[in-house]
């Protein structure tokens, strides 16, 4: 589950909308520089985390660098 997510572990990519957005974003506040290099991290997809974060109505903030 969400819990067991820690650093440097593969992931398959959520399929829940809310748990998706909560992973990437803790992700990226645990020290991903980026969306793109938790992709390659975790070998996804990237158009497909930005194609599903757009579906569910979040945007990339790189100031942030966060989804919201």
Same mark, same amino acid.
């Given at each position: 589950?969400?819990?067991? &997510? $820690? /650093?440097?572990?593969? %992931? *398959?990519? !959520?399929? *829940? &909308?809310? %748990? ?8 990226? $506040?645990?020290?991903? !520089?980026? !969306?793109? =290099?938790?992709?390659?991290?975790? *070998?996804? *997809?990237? =158009?497909?985390?930005? /194609? $599903? %974060? ?11 660098? /966060?989804?919201?």
């Amino acid at each position: 589950g969400l819990l067991s &997510a $820690r /650093r440097g572990e593969i %992931m *398959d990519m !959520p399929n *829940d &909308a809310a %748990m998706l957005l909560s992973l990437v974003n803790m992700k990226l $506040r645990d020290g991903c !520089p980026s !969306p793109e =290099e938790l992709c390659c991290e975790q *070998d996804w *997809d990237c =158009e497909e985390l930005y /194609r $599903r %974060m757009g579906g569910a109505g979040d945007i990339y903030n790189e100031e942030k660098n /966060r989804f919201e």
